[in-house]
Structures are given as structure tokens and as C-alpha cells.
């Protein structure tokens, strides 16, 4: 449904999106992280055909959005992080303008209105201006101007930021209903447990890269993150690292060990007796939980320390061949 | 009635409230009414006058303050993505936004011209011809004024609310300049050797530039709606610039002084659209990009219309170099002084201070310390050009001065130094693209 190659996005001194490539499958919500700065809203902004890249290509729906940027428009629903709604305006008068603008036949309108306004539970508020709502209510205002055409494809930036939990927990079953009526949603936010509700997958920004583009909770092939904690962990390290079938041991954030282990209960039972009959005082040995939160902590530390292995090697480098010389 | 424009009808659920409807005819209707007691007990050609005058000011100011925050009052708020995304036609936007937001002033403006057919002691068709003039002017004012708003978005600089009162200060002082030639009297004029009475050129004259103003709206909306337009529109502006100017020259002097014209026009042109245009980094690297790659098709979409004026200077200025005669009516090509003979020197060494200025204002522009570089520029340049040249006359240091200005005497000499002038600004432009370039490690220019 969207299928982006090697986006380039530059603001004056800064390239904002460098080299993103990914696809998104209909029918699927798509979880947008990364911390501020990293080029979250210039992505959607760009996919909403809103600002032109330096270089790249979007296809939206099998639509070139360079192309033709106004029919991709038709497709596509938008709710920026700051959005503005008609303040003078009643709800009905603002979903009416916004059905009209989206091309809906008169004669439909009414009921294309109605149907919004139900979808967000605005339909007892039809009368009301939009400057009389609470900002709960506003923000439901603001996706159901962005969903009043029926896009395909939902845009969103930060669409929970300000509510309340249930209001929250409102948007997150409304999310779900949306995609199983086939939209496919990208959603951005700095919530991660949030976006866990209602996620499939995950797209990991940082500094205008993509790092990870990941399903939410998703096993790699048939590996198991573990997580071990020891009484002293001197040694265990190197210990851990030379043992048959385990990888990138590291220390989590949390100060456990973690590495990853073939996902299986055998050898993981094997590995878990060596460490003891090598004298390591276990006092847990156990998966490690991967919800979205910690996926994206792995991948951020992941990628911070194949930087540092880069600039390690890249500082070795001309030293050997200084004394090799 | 069933209004399919969605625009319009946001405006009219906006401006046209039961209160407001009800609040104009009041106000006017007590204000007339005080005008008929004060007449003793009737109107009389003054009042029809005054009548045309309120509608003028409720249409020029009030309408193209209006048409402005059509635009600007969306950027501000936050909506203008949205109706950036609708599948809204550029012209449908455009006119929802300008008959739209305007509606009360017309509102108001009827109620102004009725009065004016009542009360009026004109014959039935100059009468209709003075509407007509004040209509005219009305949207064009608020054309204008949507045009500078557009244009000033695309710049993506922060918005206040001053900026409105500027562009309606300009677009109303513009549109007036047409009912203020016009009210000079029953004068006539030529236009390409034909008389024409003064109102009724001013009427032509007024309903080609409305023309020209909206088509200008609509290419800024097709912009804003990443529609890509076509650089024959431009160039096509351009052209009819220049005709509508030598049109006023009597028909023995066109051949003479449509080179002096296309010059100026040009120039003009360039300085208008260069301080108008965004020329940040980016815009300026995609179109790099498209010029190495000799993309001519992408060119057209991405070529600035200053950098389009500037390539009309040169075949202008050779023209000119080629037929161009010492002629009286060389003293309204602004060169910046009545010029009874223009050298060729002149000509290269005035084209050759507009390609310094561009490369200076696109330095400016490149620094990443300046907050306002057009501003700034347009502050130098004015200095530059009036201030110092100024202070060195008096001081009678006429040959430092040709650094400045490009002088009528300069010869060979204000050439070279004006080469030197355009290759020093050109290498101190070229250096500040390179810092950037190798800053952000863009791919700029590749």
C-alpha cells in the first residue's frame, strides 16, 4: 500500500530524512517512532504529499505521489501533530466543508457526515462549535475531518498526544476498526505502550535514518532474546560469549544481561547448566520481554554500539597501517 | 440555491451571520440617512459620490484585508494543510477564498451602489461606467492582496497579523491609483495611436490587470496544491507588460523605445520576483540538480520566475545595444536618470549590476546567521544605490561612485568594474554554497 525508496528530505543545513526505504502492507497499523528531531513528521508530511523530497519515490496505492499528488490526495487522510479546526464552525458545518472539499457528491453529504460523526462519537455534538469542545473532543473532530472521505491510507502525528487514558484507549479501538474496515494507518507518537495496543508493525527513525523496521513483539527467525541475572557478574560476560549458540551479549538498560539464544528449550536448558557448572551464582535466567518499548531501547543501544564499532575501527585502521608501514 | 463550491460556502456559514446582515444596512442606512437630513431632505451628487466612496472603502480595505486572511488566517491556524490536501481545484479554491471572504464588504458595497444609481446626476451609462470603475477596483484590491499573501507563504516565514494590514495597504493604494486616474476629468489618451477617453482605458485597463492578477492567484494556489505550472505564463506576463507600456509611447518612438522597455520591465521583474520568491538552499539545490542533469522538462517546473526576468535582460539589453537611438522619451526607463543617449557600455554595465545584486541577495540568503536576508538585502541595496552615491558626490569622489552606481560617463571603466563587482560577489556566493554543501553533506548540485 506504501512502498517508499530511498527518501531524501533536506531542510536549509540539515538533512532531515536521509536514504528511507520501507513497505507497508494494507490493511496494517504502522507504528512511527523515534525520538524528537528524527524526522518522524517530515516523513508523513512527505507521504502526505504536503512537501517535496530531494530525492526518492513514494508510491501510494501504486501511485507515484510526484506524479500526481492531487489524486494521491483522494487517497489519503492527514491529522497533523498541531491541527486547526474551524473555531466559528459547528461539527456538522466542519465535517460538511471537509466532505465537500474531499469531492463527495451533495446529495451524499449528509450522510457521509453522519457516518463520521458516529464513527467518533461526535453525533450527539453536531450543533456544537468547534471552540466549544474539550481538547479530547477536538482531537476526535480532527480524525474524523481526516477519515470523513474514506481513505485508504490515515496519516496520523501524534493523534493521542493531550488525551486523557480512556480517551486513549477510545482512539486505540477506533484505530482497530478503521483497519479492519481495510484502512491502513502510519501512526507517529512517543508513547510506545500505546502504540503496543494496537501496532502490528514498527518503523524505528533516528537522525533522518531508519533503523529498524520491525513487527511489534516479533521473534527473529527461531532466536529468543534471554535475560540473566547473576549475584556477581565478573566474568560472565566472556563466559556467556564463548558458550555454543549465543549472540550479542550486552547489558540492558535495566543492568541484566541479555543476550540473544536459539529459540529452544533444550539448549537453552544446556546453556543454562553450563553457566552454573562453571560456577555463575544464577538467580534468573529467563526471555526477555519484548514489548515496544524495549524493542525500540534494543535497537537505539544496537545501533549506538555499531557506531562506536565504526569509529573504533576507523580510528584502529590508519594506526595498524601506520605500523605495518 | 445549492452552492457546490465547499469554500464559499464555509465563508458564507462565516461572514454571512443573521447579526451581520442585519448590523450593515442599519449602519449604512443611519449614516445615509443623516447625509438626506443634513441635504435638506434629499440627496444630492455629493452624496452619490460619497456613497461610491464608502463602497471603495469597504471593498478596497476592508475586502482585501479580508482576502488576505483568506490565507494567511489558514497558515495561522493551522488549516491550511487541509485545505492543501483537498481535492479542491486551484481556481475553485481561489475563488471561494476571494468572493468568499469578501462577501460582507459586498454586502455592504451593494447597498453603497444602490444608492449611488438612485441619488446619481450622471447619464445612465457613465453612471454604470463609475460602478463599474469602483467594482472593478474593489477586486482587483482584493486580488492583489490575496496574491501578496500567497506569495508571502511560500516564503514559510512566521506570520503576524501586520502583515495583513501591509498587503492591504498595498493592494488598496493600487487598486485607487486606477479610480484616482480616472477622476482626473474627461481627458482622452493614446494607447498604440488610438484615443481612448480616459474612464473608459482606465476600465480596459483595470479589467487586464484583474485578469492577470487572478491568473497570478491561480498559478501561486496551483503551486501551493504541488500542481507544477508552466514557465509560459510567466513569460507571457512578461510580454504583455511590456506591450501595455509601449503602448503609451507615440507610434513613431515604439521601435526606439520598446528595447529601453523590455529592459526595464525586466529588470524590474527580476528585483520584484527575487525579493519575492523563496530562494532557500533547497529550492536553490533542486534546481542546480535539474540544470546539471539538463532536465529541461523538470526545468520549467522548478525555474524561480527571477532567474526567468534575468535571462529576458540579456536579449532586451542587446536589442536595445542594436536599434537603440537617442530619443525623448528615454526618461522613462529607470536606469535612474533621464538619459538623452544610452551607450552600450551603459546597458552591459546596468544588466552586470543586476546579475552583482542577484548574487549578492542569494549570499545573503545562504547565511545561516540571518533571520530576514531579503529584508536585509533590500536594505543594503537601497543604501547602496541612493545614500552613498549621494555622500560621494558631495565629497566629488565620482570615480568610487561607479562601484556603486552605474554612471552615464562610466565608459569602459564602470565596465570592468562592474565584471569585478559580479565576480567577486559570484565567488563569494559559490563559497558559502560550498560550506553548506559540505556542512550538511547534501547532495546538492550533483
Known sequence: ?325 | MMIRNPELLRNIWLEMTPHRLMSMPLLLGAYFFLLFVMGDYQFNHADAMQALSISALLTLVWGAHMTAESVLSEVRDNTWDAQRMSAMPAWRLVWGKLLGSSLFSWYGASICFLLFIAVNDFDAMHAVKMMLLYLMAGLLAQATSMLLALLYIRKKISLQRSHTLFFTLISAFTAWQFIAVSGKGAGTLNWFGYTFFTLEFTLISLMAWLIWTWVGCHQLMRSELQTPNKIWMWFAFVLWCIIYLTGFVPLSEVVAVLPYIALSVSMLMTYSMLFSESKDPVAMGNLLRVLMKKDWSQLQLVMPCWLMSMLLMVPAGLVLVLLGKPSAYVSIAPLGQALDYVSPMLVWTAILFVFRDICFVLWLNLSSQLKRPDLAAMLYLTISYTLLPLILSALNMDVVRMVLLPGKDAGAVGLVIAVAEVLLFFWLMRSRWQKHYARNGAEYGK
Do not use: W
Request: hydrophobic fraction near 40%; proline fraction near 3%.
Open chain 1, 1 to 325: 500500500m506504501i512502498k517508499v525508496r530511498d527518501l531524501c528530505f533536506d531542510y536549509p543545513g540539515t538533512r532531515a530524512l536521509d536514504d528511507v526505504s520501507f513497505d507497508i502492507k494494507a490493511g496494517n497499523i504502522v507504528a512511527l517512532v523515534g525520538p524528537n528531531g528524527a524526522g518522524k513528521t517530515t516523513l508523513l508530511r512527505t507521504l502526505a504529499a504536503l512537501d517535496q523530497p530531494v530525492s526518492g519515490q513514494i508510491l501510494l496505492d501504486g501511485k507515484d505521489i510526484s506524479e500526481n499528488p492531487r489524486e494521491v490526495h483522494q487517497k489519503l487522510g492527514y491529522l497533523s501533530d498541531f491541527f486547526g479546526l474551524y473555531e466559528e464552525l459547528t461539527v456538522a458545518q466542519c465535517l460538511r466543508f471537509h466532505a465537500g472539499s474531499h469531492g463527495i457528491n451533495s446529495e451524499d453529504i449528509a450522510a457521509t457526515v453522519e457516518r463520521a460523526a458516529r464513527r467518533l462519537g461526535l453525533d450527539d455534538r453536531l450543533h456544537q462549535k468547534a471552540k466549544e469542545l474539550s481538547r479530547g473532543l477536538r482531537q476526535r473532530l480532527a480524525i474524523a475531518q481526516a477519515i470523513v472521505h474514506e481513505p485508504k491510507i490515515l496519516l496520523l502525528d501524534e493523534p493521542a498526544s493531550g488525551l486523557d487514558p480512556e480517551a486513549r484507549h477510545a482512539l486505540a479501538t477506533l484505530f482497530c476498526q478503521l483497519r479492519d474496515q481495510g484502512m491502513t494507518l502510519l501512526v507517529s507518537s512517543h508513547i510506545l505502550t500505546e502504540l503496543e495496543e494496537y501496532c502490528s508493525h514498527m518503523l524505528m527513525l533516528r537522525h533522518g535514518k531508519l533503523i529498524a523496521e520491525d513487527g511489534v513483539g516479533q521473534a527473529e527467525n527461531d532466536r529468543c532474546d534471554m535475560q540473566l541475572t547473576v549475584v556477581d557478574d565478573d566474568g560472565v560476560m566472556a563466559l556467556l560469549s564463548a558458550c555454543d549458540g549465543v549472540l550479542d551479549v550486552r547489558y540492558s538498560d535495566d543492568q541484566c544481561i541479555c543476550f540473544s539464544a536459539p529459540d529452544d528449550a533444550l539448549k537453552q536448558h544446556l546453556l543454562l547448566k553450563e553457566l552454573i557448572d562453571q560456577g555463575v551464582a544464577v538467580v534468573s535466567f529467563k526471555p526477555r520481554q519484548t514489548d515496544m518499548h524495549r524493542q525500540y531501547l534494543d535497537k537505539v543501544q544496537q545501533q549506538e554500539r555499531d557506531v562506536q564499532t565504526k569509529d573504533v575501527e576507523q580510528n584502529i585502521g590508519p594506526d595498524h597501517k601506520g605500523q605495518e608501514a
